[in-house]
């Protein structure tokens, strides 16, 4: 697959992308994880049957309490998991179809990843860090340019052991959208920061999706983080319980929890 170009989407008055076409179409979606083998094997239903479309630019929040299904959905959608049954299609492409090398492909060109722990290398500046993903991709950022994005051009070479919690995770940031990604997937991004440095980190991930017209999933149990979104989906039993959209897009200086 050929990476696709970044697009700056126009937005229409509740924040949502105008004329934008889905990037996601999530049919029947199942996973089912097994334990043990023979007739007293255990099944767990992760995800039950979920039908789902994501515009590109979009701002999407999954809510749900932990085992409601958030993070094995993110990573189906993300390539790092394979569903038991259903059909996942990226961009017009059948995901759940894929060689194991073409969704290592999807992963690298199309996707970034955040997650609650940044894992950042101890042995490596913050450009360093951010740096090691520009070999893989065809036309990456310069890892300057990532890193002041997320407001960490001055800090650029210090360590991680020298950068506060907060800072790690925008350095993880950087190094996610370095290979501009058309998909950022969030996972707990603020789950181990304090409050104020919690809103930082979601201030840089709602520019990185209106500057960029990235689109964003962020899973959270914090129903707060969901005002910041165009739409919130609540996750329960493997299940897509119910969807919200929200006429405006809160500011993340806006939120309080």
Request: glycine share 10%; hydrophobic share 40%; net charge negative.
């Amino acid at each position: 697959m050929a990476a696709g170009e970044q697009s700056f989407t126009p937005r229409g008055p509740g924040g949502a992308p105008q004329g934008a076409e889905p990037l996601f179409v999530v049919r029947d979606l199942s996973k089912v994880y097994r334990s043990g083998d023979g007739p007293e094997a255990l099944e767990v239903h992760a995800l039950r049957g979920v039908d789902l479309q994501v515009r590109a630019g979009e701002f999407v929040v999954l809510l749900g309490a932990s085992g409601s299904g958030k993070s094995t959905l993110l990573n189906i959608l993300g390539g790092l998991e394979v569903a038991t049954s259903g059909s996942v299609r990226y961009a017009g492409t059948e995901l759940t179809t894929l060689s194991e090398e073409d969704l290592t492909r999807y992963r690298r060109v199309h996707v970034g990843f955040v997650f609650q722990f940044y894992n950042l290398i101890p042995s490596l500046t913050a450009q360093e860090n951010v740096a090691l993903v520009t070999d893989i991709v065809e036309a990456p950022m310069d890892p300057q340019e990532a890193l002041a994005m997320v407001g960490l051009a001055p800090r650029r070479q210090h360590f991680p052991s020298q950068l506060s919690g907060g800072e790690q995770q925008r350095v993880a940031i950087a190094r996610a959208i370095v290979k501009r990604p058309q998909v950022l997937l969030c996972d707990e991004p603020t789950g181990a920061l304090d409050y104020p440095t919690g809103k930082l980190v979601l201030d840089v991930i709602a520019r990185i999706n209106r500057e960029l017209g990235t689109t964003v999933v962020v899973i959270t149990h914090n129903a707060a983080i969901a005002a910041m979104a165009d739409r919130v989906l609540h996750l329960g039993d493997g299940r897509i319980q119910r969807e919200e959209r929200n006429a405006r897009r809160a500011d993340p200086a806006e939120l309080s929890w």
